[in-house]
């Protein structure tokens, strides 16, 4: 009995159910068409009606292809096809929908992506968006709001038309007859909860920003609505969340696995390598004159033509282990003043990409380039090659080297005469005076060197290397020569009681030769490494490309990014610069107790001999650290301009300085009133009866020059003048 009172109980309330569901519709998401049509909106005769016509058909007449709306929320609620019931077309009402519209559901409305406007059968706008149909006789606007849901349209980019997948390999979509469809690449992201997607083609990223490819063994990645997340597979680090229309996916093209691609102006961020490519994806460069380069970005037609910076990447794959692993692509940067192309078979126009991307060759470093694959198989060249494109400097970004030629030139006149000066008198050819004349002479070669690069271009360029390393011999030596001149002065004040009997019994020549071995030495043995490196190089940052396009080192001086100038100008010539000043303050405390010592010692012929020493081997001290200025200044401005570029008015004035260093060295070594008496003797301009007549003043300056000019040694034993003439001078 109690077994038939719950089955009728049971009956009569699955009955009320039924009776309460069949008075009201169920919830329904109305998609306008099936997922084999595409919705257009049609007009003729000024009557406006939206029909659904077959994909293929749109293909064929109209040459139009687009991936419709993709779906899966039956899990949810119900989800049918059709325009609106109980509506004709022109009764529908059409409404924009965007990411954020929440959407209606109910048999009274239907969304889909309106792909096409045809008049008259004539196809006049083909802008795909996202529309909403809603039928203007059954619009229940009182339970509008009851009807919305928390359901919104996405948004997601295929990076390749429908039957392509992307090539990491060229960087380009190719065709591939098992490539996903839309439906199949929705199902590949693995999305957990309904979904409503709106699936566009191709990435278009801004001209600042590099297209990154992604591929799955290096990255992971997970989509919410439009925004993806990437993380990398090897530090776990998460990138920044990547909007709508930032990036896009694919499946790999020859491999299962997917790809993506995203918009971004830091590689870094995603440990990717960048360059910038010239034409579009999927176009490259065909010559139109055969006697040159000019060209117009083409359709590729075969794999030839496909992208392929190899000749650029694998130098580097050589030398940075993995640097290349994850790429992007840039577009052609904008240039105002045009554009040149880099001429492989020109020496002058050597060229290579650093490690951060940028492109070194003879006249820059710069992220204002491109790359691009020039078809030349139908000129007599008969071949594909890819190569570089410069944007052109404007003149007022470009050194007036004609006032640098005018100013080095007068440096080394200078320093002709200085040297003419110190070979000529045999007074200043002692031991400091004979390490003088070794780094004038080399100030000279390098001045004389640098003076003709920047008179003209110097067209032959077996001359423009050896000019190159004439510079860089130059200054080295010079600087080992002034490391020289510090020392011996350190050592002639720093050995008054440690070291005085050997200094007796060593002889200035010795001396000498132990000077030359090693201020030679490091400059035979920099230069004959910097070229070997240049000539059978083993790693760019040791590739000095002297005299590559221009004499020097074979791109822009005092940039960041150039290693080779470091390496073996700026590093070396810094340890030189920094010894020198360590020398130099040694000598001033040793200075200083001399002068203390000196003065405490009484009047006589051990006392005048000695005062006399202290203020010959000062003066020394004096010159050497003029000199060591000059040249000090020189390599600090060097440095600093290589991490600071601005202003440009600053380095002008540094760099005048610079070119000045010539002028300055013979207004310290010559422009003086003894050196003025000396060459008047020696030319006979002086009376020999002079000091004989009692000139004292004369007699004086010639006594005190020449006890400047002799060495130490000769100090103990010579007796030119009476004690009394000594203190006198």
Partial sequence: ?????????????????????????????????????????????????????DRQKMENTYNISYFPMVLSAERFILVSDGLPDLCDGSQLMMSTVDSETKLLLSPNNCYDRLIAEVVN???????????????????????????KSSLEISHIRKCCQKGQSFDVKYHLCRDNGNSWDEEKLIDNLNLTSSYIYEVDIGLHCKSDEYAVELKQNNYSYSIQGSILNVWSRKDKIKSDSLMRGDWCIDQEYGSTESVVKVCTKNCAAFGAFCVRKCCPEGYHFKVRRCNSLVSTCTKNDDVQNYFNPSKYLEPLKADYVGLTDIMGLG????????????????????????????????????????????????????????????????????KDFRVAFVI??????????????????????????????????????????????????????????????????????????????????????????????????????????WYSLYAWSIAVLLTLTMFLLDQYPISIIFDANIGN??????????????????????????????????????????????????????????????????????????????????????????????????????WTIVDLFNELQGVFIFLILVVKPKLYYLIRKRLGLEKPDSQKNGTTSSARTSSTFLSRTISSDERANLRTYPPTNNKQS
């Avoid at 720093?494 to 030769?513: A, C, H, N, Y």
């Avoid at 130099?584 to 203390?596: F, G």
Wanted: net charge positive; aromatic share 10%.
């Fill in 331 to 398: 577009s052609q940067p904008e240039c105002p003043e045009g554009r040149f192309v880099l001429n492989n078979s020109d020496p002058r126009d050597r060229h290579r990409l650093t490690p951060e991307g940028w492109l070194e060759s003879s006249i820059s470093i710069t992220n204002d380039y491109c790359l691009e694959m020039f078809d030349r198989r139908h000129c007599p060249h008969n071949d594909v090659i890819v190569s570089a494109v410069l944007c052109f400097i404007g003149e007022i970004k470009i």
């Fill in 408 to 513: 080095n030139s007068i440096s080394s006149v200078c320093l002709a005469l200085t040297l003419i000066v110190y070979c000529w008198l045999p007074e200043l050819r002692n031991l400091h005076g004979r390490t003088l004349i070794c780094h004038v002479s080399m100030m000279l070669l390098a001045y004389s060197c640098l003076a003709r690069v920047q008179y003209s271009q110097v067209v032959d360029n077996l001359a423009c290397k050896l000019l190159g390393y004439g510079i860089y011999f130059g200054f080295v030596a010079a600087f080992a020569w002034l490391n020289v001149m510090c020392f011996d002065i350190w050592w002639t004040f720093g050995s008054v009681r440690t070291v005085q009997p050997l200094r007796k019994s060593s002889s200035e020549r010795r001396r000498f030769v």
């Fill in 121 to 147: 059968d004539t196809l006049t706008q083909n802008i795909p968006q996202t529309v909403a149909l809603t039928c203007l006789v059954n619009n229940d606007t009182e339970n509008a709001e009851d009807n």
């Fill in 1 to 53: 009995m109690w077994l038939q009172v719950y089955w009728c109980i049971s009956v009569a309330l699955m009955s009320a159910s039924i009776n309460a569901n069949n008075d009201s519709d169920p919830a329904v998401f109305r998609k306008c068409c099936s997922r084999s049509q595409s919705l257009i909106k049609v007009t003729r005769y000024d009557n406006d009606n939206f029909e659904c016509i």
């Fill in 549 to 650: 396009g221009a004499c020097w080192f074979g791109s822009l001086q005092n940039v960041k990014l150039d290693w080779p100038h470091y390496i073996f100008f700026v590093i070396p010539m810094g340890i030189i610069t920094g010894t020198n000043f360590m020398l130099w303050i040694l000598t001033a405390r040793h200075c200083a107790r001399v002068k203390s010592e000196v003065h405490r010692l009484q009047a006589g012929s051990v006392g005048d001999r000695a005062k006399r020493r202290f203020r010959i081997d000062r003066a020394k001290y004096v010159l050497t650290g003029k000199l060591w200025v000059v040249m000090g200044a020189g390599w600090v401005s060097e440095l600093l301009s290589t991490l600071v570029t601005q202003p440009l008015w600053l």
